[in-house]
């Protein structure tokens, strides 16, 4: 039963904030003129709305004033409404019939010298608050179950290193690893630096923790075919060597990693003779032919140019890594890098480059603009420093190559909803706040299926993402505020699914109902932002606590 | 920061110190200090009250020197928590004075002058040390003349004069400049108390001083008492006026820096101080350039370097974007000395390795970009945990385990590791986090298998 109008029972709470707000405003006529407003019953004073005094303040102003709807005219809604909202559910008024009205921020620090005109302002905004509170109606919070269980797609060292990091704290979850093998990028690698690791006694080591841990499946020769659900709730179809299994799971970890570009038509590349990082590092771990008497490597091919802008990051330090290596098994060997920028960023790379200089690897500068010439036996390059060209012997011409994305990254990417950026690489919710979510909850990303990151970031992140994805998984179920989107008028809908194309969360999707094709809004993937509403042509859909009818009157109330 | 304030499971314990810390992974028993701020945390509401009315003005270690701040403060007007602080060595009251002001200004009655420093004991699983680092200090590179040359500022101090809340509200006022207008304020003020005198005395008398002096000085009033004042306070009066219009005269000419340099690897990739690279130092540079375009786009900048090192997402697009639509020209070289020239201009010495040519050249502005240090105090906070460092004074890791320090346990993210920028940091954070959940749930484990 929807109440009648006259048993709207407002009360508004004027915080003064010390003085920040009555010292330049005038409160008492703020007061007189809140008390007149339609709906309007109780008005009071406080000193610091947001204090424990102020709070009771509004408690019983709910119970004695049997109010049904608060206003608290104070400071920003960023810090303060959960303060709010949570007492008036406290004092047993559904926290959504509440109302904020900032009179701090945008009025009385930025009017500290016009008392009138920024009183005038406040009561503007007042009246604003209290003709949206009177049209506010109840919600209930939301609350959804996860299913305790993750998938993590890409069993390189990223998403082994995810899967182990849940599994070690107790939850089960699948990892679907498109080769037959896992560990990714690792297994065609030699040694790992800066450190000189083995990559095959990582891989060995890490795969033997994975596939003994009993609360991981592992999946391999397999590919994700078809991703159903939002958060807490997927249904994902793998396809296998043995059919396709079906698995429901709670959170999902991308760590698809990234591919070594091949640079057909670069720098006269054959494989052979000039081959790229990837092949250098196969050559080095069958041991190096000793007739190989002088190296030159060439850094950023096909990357830093106009088709891949981008620096791909791990590129200089395997080439610095691999310029040691050889200078090791073949020490009268002459190796020398040209470059662009040697990109040894942070401690131990650049402690690795001072360390290969001292071991004799040779470093020129090249301008794109003047690139070295490969030729039969030789590469030519202008040296800067000396003003003219030299001329660099060459039995073995390496090149470095950046990580590119995955080819099914973009079938990732539709499945799962979330974007790539313009290199292929998924694009994280924030670029500094979030770099290992997606803006969709529930799907996490690492490793260089983000961006080319080498094995201490791979690592890293991998332990990231899973802290991030074990945040819904240790609740077991997500709770959202219901300002969310509805389909309030399920006639106007015409299922054209704009709407769907436009949302940033995948929170939509279109259903086939008796009425025929129709928007359904999950409602816990929605984040309220109102791209939606604001575009559906219909009218059809609508924000909770932000309806068009209550916008209105706010208007209405500013024009008054 | 916000949801750090207010996340039901975390308790802020800011101000505050390790001071030991028992036991082992999963059952650490660790010793704090909480320090006495003369303020109850759960009485302030971090209005802000007291600070304005407080009369004992204090240089501002946040804005890095450049501005003001009172006895009584919070660090930063965002800060989480907002609870103000007594800054006890500056403080009229707790230095014996009279005062009180904050006590009489705060309305929720929260200032308390007795308080002093509480120990508290939690018993925890993991520990996380997220203890930062230290910008370096480039005064120890003679021949950057960084505290000589006015003009020569670190990026840090160059951030607080973009930042629109900053010292100069977001003008790119250079420090010779503000000096100068500083100067001027303070002879205004002189000049309008003896100017108030002497109009005292040009009205007894009827008469314009300057008319009056010229008149003394030829010799009349020789014994006139009285009339030796007014002269004495006239001179002393010109004494303020004429170096007084002199600055104001050179204030005319002030702009905003327009000419910018930046200089990398200011302490890193330097035997004598940091042999690492710190990482984030291209970045910020370029960064810093492209918003002082924005706020002034005559602005030019030269960033001198000897690797551009343009290595995260997107981080080469936004170099190449600076290049091309913020005046941003990218120098090689190592630049090898800055000196003075005309109008405190900055002149900076380099060899462009392009051309092979030693040049000079004359900035408004030099944007020194310094070197990530090593946080101060991390030696006794490792000893105290019992971790080790590296040879740096990082928190010592592996890159197989690159947030687990050498004792299980304890971990570390951020910069306390090794030099690293937000994204990074924010996903360690994440690495460190799990690290610690991990320890906590095998604790739980041991729990349930003791029970049954």
Redesign the interface.
């Known amino acids: 039963m929807p109440e009648k109008k006259e048993d709207i029972r407002i009360g508004v709470f004027l915080c003064h ?4 707000i009555a ?1 330049y405003l005038n409160m008492e006529e703020l007061a007189e003129f809140s008390e007149k407003l339609p709906h309007v019953t109780f008005v009071q004073r406080n ?2 709305t ?2 424990e005094g102020g709070i009771n303040e509004i408690k019983k102003g709910i119970k004695e004033q049997n109010l049904n709807r608060v206003v608290v005219a104070s400071c920003t809604p ?2 303060h409404e ?1 303060l709010f909202r949570s007492s008036c559910g406290e004092a047993g008024l559904n926290p959504y019939l509440f109302e904020m009205v900032n009179i701090r921020d945008q009025c009385s620090w930025v009017h500290m010298k016009e008392q009138e005109d920024g009183t005038n302002k406040a009561k503007d905004l007042v009246r604003m608050g209290v003709a949206k509170a009177a049209l506010l109606e109840p919600q209930e919070s939301i609350m959804s179950e996860v299913q305790v269980r993750a998938l993590v797609i890409g069993g390189g060292i990223a998403g082994m290193t995810s899967a182990l ?1 849940l599994a ?3 939850y089960e979850g699948g990892l679907v690893e498109r080769e037959e093998a896992l560990g990714g990028l690792l297994n065609n690698l030699n040694k ?1 630096g ?2 000189m ?1 083995e990559a095959d006694e ?1 891989v060995e080591e890490k795969t033997r923790s994975v596939t003994g841990n009993s609360n991981i499946t592992v999946f391999t020769n397999a590919r994700v075919t078809e991703v159903q659900g939002f958060i807490g709730k997927y249904k994902v179809d793998i396809e296998t060597e043995s059919g396709v299994k079906k698995i429901d799971i709670g959170v999902i970890i991308v760590a698809t990693g990234g591919r070594p570009f091949v640079p057909e038509g670069l720098y006269n590349y054959d494989g052979k003779r000039v081959v790229t990082q990837l092949e250098m590092e196969k050559l080095l771990k069958a041991g190096l032919d000793p007739a190989i008497k002088n190296v030159v490597m060439i850094q950023c091919v096909g990357s ?1 140019n106009e088709e891949r ?3 791909s ?1 791990i590129c200089c330090q395997t080439a610095v890594k691999n310029a040691m290596l050889i200078r090791e098994l073949n020490p009268d060997a002459k190796v020398s890098i040209l470059y662009r ?11 690795m480059f ?1 360390d290969s200089k001292a071991k004799g690897v040779r470093y020129i ?1 090249y ?1 794109p603009a003047n690139p070295p010439q490969v030729e039969p036996d030789k590469v030519r390059v202008y040296h ?2 000396l ?1 003219r060209d030299m001329d660099l012997p060459a039995d073995l011409v390496v090149l470095s190559t950046p990580l590119v994305s995955q080819e099914d990254a973009e079938v990732i990417s539709r499945l799962l909803r979330v974007p790539v ?1 313009e290199n292929g ?1 998924f694009l994280e919710g924030h ?6 979510d997606f803006a969709t909850d529930g799907i996490f990303l690492c490793g260089s299926a ?2 080319p990151a ?4 791979a ?3 991998g ?6 994805a ?1 945040i819904p998984l240790s609740k077991g179920s997500v709770v959202v505020e219901p300002i969310i989107s509805v389909l309030a008028d399920e006639d106007a809908c015409r299922g054209c699914g704009l709407c769907v194309a436009l949302c940033p969360y995948g929170a939509l999707e279109i259903q086939k109902t008796e009425k025929g094709r129709k928007v359904h809004v999950i409602d816990v993937a929605c984040k309220g932002c109102g791209v939606c509403a604001a575009t559906c042509y219909q009218h059809a859909l609508s924000i909770n606590s932000f309806t068009d009818q209550q916008i209105e009157a706010q208007l209405e109330a500013f024009l008054d | 920061m916000l949801d750090v304030g207010r996340h039901p499971n975390i308790e802020l314990l800011a101000y505050s110190e390790v001071e030991k810390v028992e036991g082992e992974a999963g059952n650490f028993k660790v010793t704090i200090r909480r320090k006495g701020r003369y303020v109850e945390e759960d009485k302030c509401t971090g209005c802000g009250a007291c600070a304005e009315k407080c009369p004992t003005v204090v240089s501002d270690a946040f804005n890095e020197g450049l501005g003001e701040r009172r006895a009584i403060y919070s660090y930063f007007a965002q800060g989480i928590p907002s609870t103000h602080t007594i800054d006890a060595d500056h403080c009229r009251q707790l230095n014996g004075k009279k005062c009180g002001i904050c006590a009489k200004t705060c309305q929720a009655e929260a200032i308390n002058f007795d308080q002093e420093d509480r120990i508290l004991e939690l018993d925890v699983a993991g520990i996380i040390i997220a203890a930062g680092y230290d910008v370096f200090d480039p005064s120890v590179i003679p021949e950057y003349r960084y505290r000589e040359i006015a003009n020569v500022v670190t990026a840090i101090e160059f951030e607080r004069l973009l930042s629109a809340s900053g010292p100069t509200g977001g003008h790119m006022d250079r420090p010779s400049d503000r000096a100068v207008e500083a100067e001027i304020a303070g002879l205004e003020k002189k000049a309008k108390k003896s100017q108030k005198a002497i109009s005292k005395l040009e009205e007894k008398f009827n008469e314009p001083s300057a008319q009056f002096y010229k008149k003394y000085q030829a010799g009349e009033y020789k014994d006139d008492e009285d009339r030796k004042k007014w002269a004495d306070k006239y001179t002393a009066h010109l004494a303020v006026t004429e170096p007084l219009e002199e600055l104001k005269k050179q204030a005319e000419g002030f702009t905003v820096a327009k000419r910018l340099a930046f200089i990398q690897c200011v302490g890193s990739r330097d035997f004598r101080f940091y042999p690492f690279c710190s990482g984030y130092c291209c970045m910020h540079s370029i960064k810093e350039a492209i918003i002082s375009h924005e706020h002034e786009p005559e602005t030019t900048s030269s960033i001198f370097g000897m690797d551009i090192r343009a290595v995260g997402k997107g981080f080469e697009e936004y170099k190449i974007r600076g290049g091309n639509n913020s005046n941003i020209t990218y120098v090689r070289g190592r630049v090898a000395e800055i000196t003075e020239g005309p109008d405190n201009n900055p002149v900076v010495i380099y060899e462009d390795t392009r051309e092979r040519k030693v040049k000079r050249q004359e900035f408004d502005m030099v944007v020194l970009a310094t070197a990530c240090a090593p946080i101060k105090g991390i030696a006794e906070l490792a000893k105290t945990l019992g971790v080790e460092l590296d040879k740096y004074n990082f928190i010592k890791t592996s890159s197989l385990s690159p947030v687990d320090s050498t004792t299980p346990g304890i971990f570390v993210c951020g910069c306390a590791e090794s030099p690293m920028d937000v994204p990074e940091s924010v996903a360690q954070a994440s690495s460190a986090a799990e690290r610690a959940a991990e320890i906590a749930f095998q604790m739980d484990l041991e729990k349930e298998k003791a029970v049954a």
């Open positions: 904030c010390g003085s920040n010292g000193l610091y947001c204090s960023r810090t959960p990091a070690n704290r107790g790992l800066p450190t690791i990582l830093r802008p981008y620096c990051r920028d040697m990109q040894m960023y942070g401690v131990e790379n650049e402690e001072r500068n301008d800067a420093l003003g950026d690489f670029v500094k706040l979030k770099p290992l983000h961006f080498n094995i201490r970031e690592v890293a992140q332990l990231g993402a899973a802290s991030r074990s």
